[in-house]
């Protein structure tokens, strides 16, 4: 898993955690549930991470993210959040947007650990979990997969086409070209 994620980092041209210009530590966090819940990163995506969180999460501080989420991409109540996201209202309006947010809900209330029914993935040490493959992780916590009526409704995972803005496409190829190096998306495509 921890692979997938340095490919996750590679693709859409993110600084890695600790360095300079990083993402906040949880944001951090956050990225790997996209490649643990198997999510890409439009903001439609982010709707779908952030709803898995908050429901495998008892504590009503997840809830709390999905609500910022919400406020971000569909109300624009907020301007900008979590230090890295700017309003974007309108997301839910979106054909197939609330199915796709109401299955990572369901996906989330099926996970639980050996000892708890609520899990915070944002708590979660993902290093300790690094070595597993994501099927392996996903087994770990009893994530159920996406329905087939979310994937019909446009969910898609970080490496298939529609995974990755605009925006990460264009930043995966600077930083491929700052570090000499040919860009690899690992398969994912701007829609």
């Known amino acids: 898993m921890g692979r997938r994620v340095w490919e996750f980092y590679r693709a859409r041209g993110f600084t890695f955690p600790g360095r300079p210009g990083s993402a906040p530590p949880l944001l951090a966090q956050h990225d790997w549930v996209h ?3 198997d999510y890409g990163t439009t903001l439609a995506n982010e709707m ?7 429901r495998a999460n008892d504590d009503p501080h997840g809830f709390s993210l999905l609500a910022m989420v ?5 109300t624009g109540y907020l301007r900008t959040g979590a230090g890295l996201f700017e309003s974007a209202p309108g997301q ?3 054909a197939g947007a609330a199915v796709r947010l ?10 639980h650990t050996a000892t ?3 899990v915070d993935f944002l708590t979660v040490d993902w290093f300790d979990l690094a070595d597993l493959t994501v099927e392996d992780a996903q087994a770990h916590f009893g994530l159920v997969p996406k329905s087939d009526t979310s994937i019909a409704a446009g969910s898609v995972g970080p490496w298939q086409p529609g995974g990755i803005s605009a925006f990460q496409w264009r930043a995966g190829h600077a930083m491929a070209e700052l570090d000499h190096t040919e860009y690899d998306s690992y398969g994912a495509s701007v829609e």
């Open 35 to 37: 490649v643990f819940g």
């Open 48 to 54: 779908e991470v952030f709803a898995l969180i908050a």
């Open 70 to 74: 919400v406020s971000l991409f569909e």
């Open 92 to 94: 839910l309006e979106r």
């Open 102 to 111: 109401a299955d990572a809900m369901r996906r989330g209330a099926f996970v």
């Open 116 to 118: 708890s029914t609520s």
